[in-house]
């Protein structure tokens, strides 16, 4: 076995022990390999190693290895653009950055209504960093009464980048805005919004996101080593 399975199994002891130290069950964690700049060949190992669900943050980049791989699920992670949206809609399955009402509106335009829905999460862009997409904490609710109504969108949850920095506990008030304004929104109990999940947590904070309720995280380089 290669690294990637080594680091993958190490991934997983670490997830099942903040599991525990939260009294979550394990199983409610998935793993989203982040494969940008990821040859094929080392997500192959990934993939043998059980991880099935794939996530990219450029769609060029998504395009070029959808059709390399089997039996796994796409994520879009990264900033969408508007004219790059119809080149995702018959192949991802869950989008983890909607950002913007016109951005709802345009992916609603790709689907074919009568068969179609798209999930998707919101960005949210919890500690307020200028150089991060997503609406601000306080704008949450009201931008998702918005964009349910927008056919064929399926609002499944919330999604964050924390803040970059040496100690991840840094980073825990982040992590529990984020739960905390899931739990906002299901209080107000949206018809047709789902909080299934809470997309956070990266290699260098997964611990922590595991410990304040991440159902997915959303990792690269603890995977398949640093990017060059
Ligand atoms: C690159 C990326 C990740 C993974 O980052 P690592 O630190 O390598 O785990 C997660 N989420 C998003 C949105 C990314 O762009």
Same mark, same amino acid.
Not at 38 to 64: F, H, Y
């Given at each position: 076995m290669g690294y990637i399975a080594d680091n993958i199994r190490e991934v997983l002891e &670490?997830?099942? $022990?903040?599991?525990? !130290?939260?009294? !979550? /069950?394990?199983?409610?964690?998935?793993?989203?390999?982040? %494969? $940008? %700049?990821?040859?094929?060949?080392? @997500?192959? &190992?990934?993939?043998?190693?059980?991880? %099935?669900? #794939?996530?990219?943050? !450029?769609?060029?980049?998504? @395009? /070029?290895?959808?059709?390399? #791989? /089997?039996g796994v699920k796409?994520?879009? @992670?990264?900033?969408?653009? $508007?004219?790059?949206?119809?080149? @995702? *809609? /018959? $192949?991802?399955?869950?989008?983890?950055?909607?950002?913007?009402?016109? #951005?709802? &509106?345009?992916?609603?335009? !790709?689907?074919?209504? #009568?068969?179609?829905?798209?999930?998707?999460?919101?960005?949210?862009?919890?500690?307020?960093?200028? *150089?991060?997409?997503?609406?601000?904490p306080e704008e949450t609710a009201d931008f998702i009464d918005h964009v349910r109504q927008i056919p064929g969108v399926r609002v499944k949850g919330l999604m964050t980048i924390a803040p970059y920095v040496s100690n991840p506990e840094e980073v825990r008030p982040v992590f529990r805005r984020l739960r905390t304004l899931a739990e906002e929104v299901k209080t107000i109990g949206f018809p047709g919004v789902e909080m299934q999940h809470l997309s956070m947590g990266m290699s260098n904070d997964y611990t922590v996101a595991v410990e304040e309720g991440a159902t997915l995280i959303r990792l690269g380089t603890v995977i398949f080593g640093q990017r060059n």
């Open positions: &670490e997830v099942g $022990k903040a599991a525990a !130290r939260a009294n !979550r /069950d394990p199983s409610e964690i998935e793993i989203v390999a982040v %494969t $940008k %700049t990821v040859p094929v060949e080392k @997500i192959e &190992e990934a993939v043998d190693s059980g991880l %099935t669900i #794939l996530g990219e943050n !450029r769609v060029q980049e998504l @395009i /070029d290895k959808y059709s390399l #791989l /089997d796409w994520h879009l @992670i990264g900033h969408l653009q $508007k004219n790059k949206v119809k080149y @995702i *809609t /018959d $192949k991802v399955s869950l989008i983890h950055s909607l950002d913007s009402v016109a #951005l709802a &509106e345009q992916i609603s335009g !790709r689907l074919d209504l #009568l068969k179609q829905e798209m999930a998707v999460l919101v960005q949210v862009n919890v500690a307020g960093e200028d *150089t991060k997409f997503g609406i601000g």
